[in-house]
């Protein structure tokens, strides 16, 4: 969600600052701020909006200054209005907020009982406030941030800059992400290496509890006892350049023709063509010995692990227990020996996720993590990363992540099915020749792009969408729905087949579309009786199925889409590109932000 860019340069640093915020784009934002420090004053300029409205305040009135810092805002406490937005002065002090600060309630009555002022409603002035009122004690500003973080609880990273020490930057992170970064005579803080990538590729994470103090010449960091560590200096590996839509209208566009390629780079490093079989990275645990299984994930992520509780039970019968995160905890689950807790995350920054994991190993469980970004917070602290190849996905709906984690997920099934010596090596090999086949099976999906878009109308002017699956394919039948709901803002509803009657079949009538995702194979028969007794009630249906199920079945229907013939095994691979593709052209019919959907964000880091 929200982003942080700091820089303590050589020359002007206005122009880097909103670069760097333009890379952050990705994470969602409603509002945004740069504020630098020259000849001893603060500089700001905010906006509320997308940064083309920042840039314009800039283009009319440029920032001088060689410090400063910048804040792509996704709103907590108050509106997106300019008053609310980062950064935030409070006399000496300049400071941004990622996260919640969740004792601010208190903190801000306290404040008030004082006599001071707040000009907006935001949790983050609080704490702009608490800083300057220890510096008005006579406390150094590194003391000051000192005293105040103890005092704050949530989850948070924060950047502190000083009207009176323009050399100086603090960074302090707890539940949130923060890097540093190392330049010549220069030095940075952000959100993330992509948000300094075009500055330095020298960079470090600050790791929980952490802050850090910067100068041009110097970074020191302190864990949260004030102890000075040193946090290894890493080559982050991002790249410099802006991400390129290429010749795509969206970025969402572009990652969802990525998938071929980028799922295909996933499987490779998991798939030993020449043994036929399938690999994990080293573990310092015997998978044979798992006995339960937690996978614990939000959102898109969420339905990977549904997929997975199939696939885990079928190939390896070992009991599979599946949870949003933010109820994870909150439910006291029975968590026992032998249990393999499982988090999958885009970002490996997810707040509910990221908690979900230290509460599976504070109970001593044995983690694993399917994530893209391998530097992240999630990835370090796993007992085994399981990296997904997707690269940055900038569109906020996940497409290319889900696909890979996918990957991953069929891939940590077959070996806990050989480690527990429920498959043979025949059996092995012909899942091998099936996941050989998905980026193929998906490229002949994207074949049908043309013909989806043109039903895409029918779709747009549907004030209700229902979904329809069975087996792997009904959370599937989730992930489509949350797709459509996500960046059409058309409400849609996924339901397993045969809950159909049970209660939903009330809201059919010939203005409800009906996706129905139904594979042939050995649930088919059951999933079109269900699409019947919707038909009969004059659902508008969609089927989603290969020639034999449309041979069989596509009659009475407003539209067919052809599937490749495929294994049910990577059926919800290669099935995730036609909903992916009817979400994103009813989107793109009705005229909303497809990349940027409104009140979401990429990477939630807060609960």
Known sequence: MCGIVGILGQGPVADRLLDGLKRLEYRGYDSAGICTVHDGEFDRRRAPGKLVNLAAELAAHPLPGTSGIAHTRWATHGAPTVDNAHPHIVGDVVLVHNGIIENFKPLRDELLAEGREFKSQTDTEVVAHLID????????PREAVANVLPRLHGAFAL???????PDLLIGARLGAPLTVGYGENENYLGSDALALAPLTQRIAYLEEGDWAVITRAAVQVYDRNNDPVKRPIVNSGASGQLMDKGNHRHFMQKEIYEQPVVVAQTLRS???PLEEQVALPDM??????VERVAIVACGTASYVGMIGKYWIEQLARVQVEVDVASEFRYRDPVLTPNMLGIVISQSGETADTLAALRHMKAAGLTTAGIINVPT????REVDLLLPTHAGPEIGVASTKAFTCQLAVMAALAVNLARAKGKLSPEEERDIVHHLQEVPQAMSNALAHDGEIEAMAPKIAAARDVLYLGRGPDYPLALEGALKLKEISYIHAEGYASGEMKHGPIALI???VPLIVLAPSGPLFDKTVSNMQEAQARGAQVVLISDADGIAQAGENTIATIEMPKVHPLIAPLVYAVPVQLLAYHVAVFKGTDVDQPRNLAKSVTVE
């Open 509 to 511: 009538d010939d203005s």
């Open 376 to 379: 992240s917070s999630m990835a």
């Open 270 to 272: 998991y798939l030993r």
């Open 133 to 140: 009122r220890e510096l008005g004690k006579g406390f150094k």
């Open 159 to 165: 950047g502190v800059m000083f009207k009176s020490e």
């Open 284 to 289: 310092e645990f015997d998978l044979g010995s």
